[in-house]
């Protein structure tokens, strides 16, 4: 790099942080939500118009959009609590699985129907089952809601992007050997890219859950989470498995062997968001206009078939779970609660593209307009659930808008 790139470089990366606080803020005063505001940020700065970021395959965007990640997955397997998990048990085990078979299922048969292509149909069906956690934790963080629908709501969304990540994993495994490996190198492929994650997360998350928080103590020092964030990133990426699997395995591991940690996560969610910045930007700078306009019936058709599929999946799943909770209009309410999606969907759809380059002008278009689409209209049916409910007691002051 000389010596006019990297002052490109660093003057580019104090605008986008730059521009990046006050989408925050913007984000929190009003009702446009960070994520769509940092799409609309990267689509400006990107080729399709200024021309500031140039999304390369080996450049820094592509270092950055994995390590942001690698931070998501991370950040995702330390809600996976045993814990937790007894806690509502039967509810969240059905609710998240129906949610992201009926979303899966339904997408995937329904592009086929409409014409869309078998690889098409399986990428964007495995996207469609991730939520967005932190979107809807600041919807009930803001409204101040609390009760029994609440806590399966939080529930739910902590722990079906995993069912989502598996899910994804398997189909990207297929369409890879729909390529020409065949049914054996599928199943391969599958196994290493899967397995070989799991068992990575494990390696990793084992020791670290015994040697980590001993310095400063029962928390981990920021060198410490960064270590294994970083050493997770690179194993992965050299072993060709799934990076987001083996980080997420790596996260839950850590959360439920570690007993002497008191917030094992602390130091990872305290410099996260300015790696998210970058990574919800330069999605958007990896969006083409040009492939939005001609992929635009996709676009409609991807989001009425995920709300459909969203919702039916969650009214089935909270039916099968039986739970007095979720009884009645509460199993509707809760269907429409889970349409918000963000970076989970769009990190399956930017490792997508990375591995199969010749998808990415169908696939990446429509997970950015979408997603842009279900941050802005997904919050406001969460909100409107949580108050139908009876759960809601937002403060007279608090600010209309919500976060990533």
């Excluded at 080996?58 to 998501?72: D, E, K, Q, R, S």
């Amino acid at each position: 790099m000389t010596a006019t790139e990297l002052h490109s470089l660093f003057v580019l990366l104090g605008v986008l942080f730059l521009l990046g606080l006050a989408t925050d803020v913007l984000g929190r005063r009003t009702a446009l939500p960070r994520v769509t505001l940092l799409l609309l940020l990267g689509i400006l700065l990107g080729p399709s118009a200024l021309g500031w970021i140039e999304v390369t395959e080996n450049g820094w965007p592509h270092f950055v959009t994995n390590l942001a990640l690698v931070m998501v997955g991370f950040l995702l397997g330390g809600s996976l609590s045993l814990r937790a998990l007894r806690e509502h048990g039967r509810a969240i085990l059905y609710l998240s699985v129906g949610k992201a078979l009926g979303a899966f299922a339904i997408v995937f048969s329904g592009l086929l129907v409409v014409g869309a292509g078998v690889e098409t149909a399986l990428l964007l069906g495995a996207v469609a089952t991730s939520t967005a956690p932190a979107v809807t934790a600041d919807v009930v963080h803001a409204d101040r809601a609390e009760g029994a629908f609440t806590r399966r709501l939080l529930g739910v969304v902590a722990v079906d992007d995993a069912w989502g990540l598996i899910v994804f994993g398997v189909a990207l495994a297929v369409v890879e050997a729909m390529g020409g490996a065949g049914p054996t190198g599928a199943l391969a492929f599958a196994a290493w890219d899967l397995g070989g994650a799991i068992a990575l997360g494990l390696g990793l998350g084992i020791p670290a859950a015994f040697l980590t928080g001993r310095v400063a103590s029962g928390e981990p020092t920021q060198a410490e989470a960064l270590g294994i964030v970083f050493l997770c990133a690179g194993l992965a990426l050299q072993l060709e498995v799934s990076f987001l699997l083996a980080a997420m395995v790596m996260g839950a591991t850590v959360a439920n062997l570690a007993q002497h940690h008191r917030r094992p996560f602390h130091a990872i969610e305290g410099i996260e968001w300015p790696f998210m910045i970058l990574f919800f930007a330069l999605a958007g700078a990896s969006l083409e206009l040009g492939a939005l306009a001609s992929t635009l019936g996709l676009v409609v058709a991807y989001v009425g078939l995920r709300a459909a599929g969203t919702f039916l999946g969650a009214v089935a799943g909270s039916v099968a779970a039986g739970d007095a909770a979720l009884r009645g209009k509460a199993a509707h309410w809760m269907g429409l609660s889970l349409m918000p999606q963000a970076g989970v969907a769009l990190g399956m759809a930017l490792v997508a593209t990375q591995r199969l380059p010749e998808v990415g002008p169908t696939l990446l278009p429509v997970v950015v307009a979408s997603t842009a689409l279900f941050e802005l209209v997904g919050p406001i049916l969460t909100r409107k659930a949580l108050a139908s409910m009876g759960e809601a007691h937002p403060a007279q002051d608090d600010a209309p808008g919500t976060g990533s």
